[in-house]
């Protein structure tokens, strides 16, 4: 294959394409014609629009009408609430709506085998007693790809996002599927 560096064919294609278009032609061995394509294009890039995937923000898809729980509530009742809700945990909510916790299945699973274990009656079981009180929250600013990469670094259902130590919505894993399938069109650089 020759590659031609015919300026006549650059300047034809400068005027149809943007800057940094690499042009070749080649000579067809047993057909004695020359061919010519462009070998690579480099276009200007346009800023990212809203909507792109450069632009995908966690405030866009995270849930922001909550079902929280109070550091009060019984055990018992949080249960009876992830069940009617099909939910798998919540946040714990003080009464400034400032994450303090959060509550999971595991940690009902968890008072019902020792409650059992121990004869003890769950009426009594508090949430603040058996809440995860180190909470791992993210920037309702983080692109949805970079909050997907934690998912997966960490072994979390769900992140809540706090503006200025108020509550103000929560991420799931299904939140960032509902995202990715939006964006199936779309280029994901």
Known sequence: MKISRDPSVKRFFGKLLPKKVIIFSYIERNKNRENMGIKSYIGKRAKPKKGSSENIKVSDY????????????????????LIKKKISGGPVVNDKNELIGIISEGDCMKQVSNSRYYNQPMEDIKVKDHMATEVETIDGEMNVFDAA????NSRRRRFPIVNEGKLVGQISQKD??????????????
Request: hydrophobic share 50%; glycine share 2%.
């Open 149 to 152: 990469d934690l998912f997966l």
């Open 62 to 81: 995270m849930s922001t009408n909550l079902i929280t729980f109070s550091p009060d509530q019984s055990v018992l009742e949080v249960m009876s609430t």
């Open 176 to 189: 960032i599927l509902i995202a990715a399938l939006q964006l199936k069109g779309n280029s994901w650089k």
